[in-house]
């Protein structure tokens, strides 16, 4: 079974910068595509971003493109998300998750598609 260890989070002031960790404990395939997804109080969990299992592609929410950044992938099945301008609207709570996948270059935004899921973290944004 894949545990994914999530690290980062906290209350921050609008305009900071948070970093999240997620970390695949072990490996049953060779590549992960992993993403990133939040669920804010009373709403539905909502997708953010992702990355192909070898890093080379990345996809984004509209609602956090050129603020938010995903990283990682590859062989250390790795992924992080560089949330810089935060808003008092991001939030929630911020849950990583991982496919395994024999297709390097493919990105996956629906949650139906991620077979791991991470603990969740929070991140409140304070105005």
């Known amino acids: 079974q894949v545990q994914l260890r999530v690290s980062g989070g906290g209350l921050v002031q609008a305009g900071g910068s948070l970093r999240l960790s997620c970390a695949a404990s072990?490996?049953?395939?060779?590549?992960?595509?992993m993403g990133w997804f939040r669920q804010a109080p009373g709403k539905e969990r909502e997708f953010v971003a992702a990355?192909?299992?070898?890093?080379?592609?990345?996809y984004y929410a509209d609602s956090v493109k050129d603020r938010f950044t995903i990283s990682g992938g590859g062989a250390e099945n790795t992924a992080y998300l560089q949330m810089n301008s935060l808003e008092p609207e991001d939030t929630a709570v911020y849950y990583c998750?991982?496919?395994?996948?024999?297709?390097?270059?493919?990105?996956?935004?629906?949650?139906?598609?991620?077979?791991?899921w991470g603990q969740g973290t929070q991140v409140t944004v304070s105005s």
């Open positions: 990355i192909s299992g070898m890093g080379t592609r990345t």
């Open positions: 072990r490996r049953t395939f060779s590549t992960y595509a």
């Open positions: 998750a991982a496919k395994g996948t024999l297709s390097g270059s493919t990105v996956y935004i629906s949650d139906y598609d991620y077979d791991h």
